[in-house]
């Protein structure tokens, strides 16, 4: 059993890493500011044994008393419409609040576990993107205050462990989806699922021939588990291979969710990415890990948990 502290512990990803640490067995300090984290997502556990929420911004300071066996660092705004409404913040807690997470680490002799993103390759000119792919970012365009912020992350977490040898894990991650989500989150799956369930029409950036690679949050989250219990430093991507454009992800939530929804178009917003897909030979060989859901299958799930909050 560990004792493990997560930044952004009441938002979508952490709020699910927080259940399945608990499910293992360790004892869990979430830690949220609540700017985009939501306290539904951790209602039913709170006065629970093993587990204790903190209201509280990181890029401010991080302290929880007792001793530490792991920090991972979740903290952040994670969707386009949310970090570009908060394009400070959002680099705040990419470089304060990393350091301050990560200074925390250092001081416990914990493990630190950095949430990276695979926007640090930007619009990829390498395809699908290895962990050796340095990434084509424009750092001054309205999306770099996201790149950027994880991309200097990154570059902190890896001089941490160099000038001081905390241990560190660095994970990439692929355009998660699934329950916990805020049917007001403003990503693609999300947006998509939402407009279907009620009847309102889909809509679609540019010519809808972009294309992602979802992996459903339960992989996702296995996968961010064998990186910290495991041995490689990463950083490492984890997320599914299977591609699929804006228009075949909007036929698909049509399908799965009955809708009768139809499509409107919108122009791309400025950088949206091309394309994006996961080289995942580095997370199969060294952690032994690789997705089992299927886009339909968490498409349906996620459908599900949306009509259940919705209260459709």
């Known amino acids: 059993m560990a004792r493990v502290v997560i930044t952004g512990g009441a938002g979508f990803l952490g709020s699910n890493l927080v259940r399945a640490l608990l499910g293992r067995g360790d004892e869990v300090v979430a830690v949220d500011n609540l700017s985009t984290g939501r306290r539904v997502n951790i209602a039913e556990l ?3 044994s093993g587990f204790t929420f903190i209201e509280a911004d990181v890029s401010e300071g991080l302290d929880v008393a007792g001793s530490v066996d792991a920090v991972l660092h979740f903290a952040s705004p994670a969707s386009p419409p949310r970090y570009l409404a908060m394009p400070l ?3 705040a807690v990419g470089s304060t609040g990393t350091r301050h997470a990560i200074e925390f680490a250092r001081a416990n002799g914990a493990r630190f576990l950095l949430a990276s993103t695979s926007e640090v390759y930007g619009d990829p000119v390498v395809h699908p993107q ?7 970012v424009n750092p001054i365009g309205p999306r770099s205050v996201y790149d950027e912020a994880k991309r200097f992350a990154e570059a902190l977490t890896m001089a941490y462990h160099r000038t001081h040898d905390v241990d560190v894990r660095i994970v990439r991650i692929f355009n998660s989806y699934g329950p916990g989500m805020d049917p007001e989150d403003g990503r693609v799956v999300s947006n998509f699922l939402v407009e279907a369930l009620l009847g309102k029409p889909i809509t679609i950036y540019g010519d809808g021939s972009q294309t992602r690679s979802f992996c459903y949050v339960d992989d996702e ?3 961010i588990l064998a990186l910290l219990d495991g041995d490689v430093l990463g950083p490492v991507n984890i997320g599914n291979p299977n591609e699929f454009s804006m228009l075949e992800l909007a036929a698909l939530v049509v399908e799965v969710t009955g809708s ?3 499509l409107v178009y919108e122009p791309l917003p400025a950088d949206d990415p091309t394309q994006r897909q996961p080289d995942l030979t580095l997370a199969n060989h060294e952690l032994g890990w690789w997705p089992e859901i299927e886009l339909r299958e968490g498409l349906t ?3 599900e948990y949306f009509r259940a909050t919705l209260g459709l």
């Open 221 to 223: 989250v296995r996968g």
């Open 260 to 262: 009768s929804s139809e």
């Open 130 to 136: 290895p962990e050796t792919y340095f990434g084509n």
């Open 301 to 303: 799930r996620t459908a």
């Open 46 to 48: 709170e006065g629970g």
């Open 89 to 91: 913040e959002t680099l």
